[in-house]
């Protein structure tokens, strides 16, 4: 058979549609555009934070994010700030998307093989170490001592979104590195606010987390697969989490993590449930209650749980979180008054200083003490001068530097923190893409739609 014959072939198997949604049809794929668009809007709106900050209506922007909303029945009272909605509640949602990638990844993805993952492990362990030693050394015994976790995470949306800049100049395996090394820093970084920045332990409320959590395996056992259910328990298991004296936004990522990676439906079924529409010819067997239409509503079904529940709710979430809750806590916690002064505060330097040196040292000397005792492997693609480029973008700390902020240091400091935070972040950006612009290459694409296909049937695949 010819090639041009071929090709006719494969133009007329069937298939869907091409609609808006298929390009989130490759889970890693698909979470890197997102990232990379989201980083934009993120973008947007910490600049539009700063502007409103640092206009005529900074007080009324200022006071918009400290009005309570809540409700109240009888002596019980539940309200918080919108900030503190934002902060605790859908932040929860982030730190669910997190845990879920970094499941997926480790039993589904790119960090199955333990010594590629064990890299990023390394890489994101230094980088949170280490620039909270440089942090102590220069808060030791000062009011900031306390917010020596502020330099320890890193930002998974505009780091993604630097990465996107330089395109086919690095190869896959950096963004690979890179967007793990980012999951893992924002795991460790969770942890740290549940173990440094939690208040007295309530056990009875702690406790009642705990059965809750059981509660979920148990539903997953017994085999609940309705998203509403799971949702509601997450909610009554995040109001014992925060009345436990814990960080609620723990709850995000225990849920995440106890998330099945199994799929419920496997090829042999959805082959033979597919067999069964088939089978039935042209004609009018869809509507009403025929046979023809339960068979089709069955393999409507089966497609759509051979994904596991682990990649369901990852695609379900990810646009809201990247699209919605990160803007709005941008919106939210970003606004400060500028003031080139600011550079003569001390936190303001232990910040900068952790983040823009303490990154990248720490990720290098971990990576490399990984590499040197055989604990993990460097991909082929990857060299020492990409990794320093991506140990200099990893200073860029964002989100989940504000976020720990927030908890860490108290009102008379924190534009002290965010300054850091802000110059430190564009610092980091700055020098890493021009590190990795300069020690760049020419790497190839990979093929998709029809560049693909005829590669395939030049190749004999076909």
Request: positive net charge; charged residues 15%.
């Amino acid at each position: 058979m010819t090639v041009e014959k071929k090709l006719k072939v494969i133009v007329k198997r069937p298939r869907l549609p091409l609609e808006l949604v298929n390009w989130m049809s490759n889970p890693f794929a698909r979470f890197l555009q997102i990232e990379v668009a989201s980083g934009g809007i993120l973008l947007f709106f910490t600049i539009a934070a700063l502007v409103l900050s640092n206009s005529p209506w900074s007080q009324h922007f200022f006071a918009i994010w400290e009005t309570p909303v809540g409700i109240q029945i009888g002596s019980l009272e539940f309200s918080r700030s919108i900030r503190e909605w934002i902060n605790d509640a859908l932040m929860t949602l982030f730190f669910f998307l997190v845990a879920l990638e970094l499941k997926r990844e480790l039993v589904l993805g790119e960090l199955r093989n333990p010594r590629i993952a064990a890299l990023s492990i390394m890489a994101a362990l230094g980088g949170m170490l280490v620039p909270a030693v440089f942090y102590l050394l220069l808060q030791s015994g000062q009011p900031g001592q306390n917010g020596w976790g502020t330099v320890m995470a890193t930002d998974t949306a505009f780091v993604i979104g630097c990465l996107a800049l330089l395109g086919w100049r690095i190869p896959k395996s950096l963004r690979v590195f890179m967007l793990s090394l980012a999951i893992f820093d924002d795991i460790g970084a969770i942890l740290v606010v549940a173990i440094g920045y939690g208040s007295q332990i309530n056990w009875q409320a702690l406790t009642l987390a705990a059965v809750g959590f059981g509660i979920v395996r148990g539903m997953a056992l017994l085999g609940i697969r309705s998203i509403a259910i799971y949702f509601l328990v997450g909610g009554i298991i995040w109001l014992a989490v925060d009345s436990s004296g814990i960080h609620p936004t723990v709850t995000g990522v225990i849920l995440g993590l106890m998330t099945p990676t199994g799929r419920w439906i496997s090829d042999n079924r959805l082959h033979a449930i597919f067999d069964r529409v088939v089978a039935y010819p042209p004609g009018d067997h869809w509507s009403e209650n025929t046979e023809g239409r339960k068979a089709l509503q069955m393999a409507e079904v089966a497609a759509r749980e051979t994904l596991s529940p682990v990649e369901q709710l990852e695609i379900m979430l990810h646009p809201w979180v990247a699209f919605i809750v990160m803007p709005l806590f941008a919106f939210a916690n970003a606004g400060i008054p500028l003031s080139f002064a600011s550079f003569e505060n001390s936190i303001t330097v232990a910040v900068f200083v952790g983040f823009a040196f303490g990154k990248p040292i720490g990720v290098l000397s971990f990576s490399w003490f990984a590499v040197r005792t055989g604990m993990a492997v460097i991909p082929s693609d990857l060299n020492w001068r990409l990794l320093a480029g991506g140990g200099l973008l990893a200073g860029i700390g964002f989100t989940m530097a504000l976020f720990i902020a927030n908890l860490a240091f108290n009102p008379s400091l924190i534009n002290e923190a965010k300054f850091g935070i802000l110059s430190a972040s564009v610092f980091s950006a700055g020098t890493g893409l021009l590190c990795l612009w300069s020690s760049s290459g020419k790497y190839p694409k990979a093929e998709t739609g029809p560049q693909k296909t005829q590669a395939l049937v030049a190749s004999g695949k076909f």
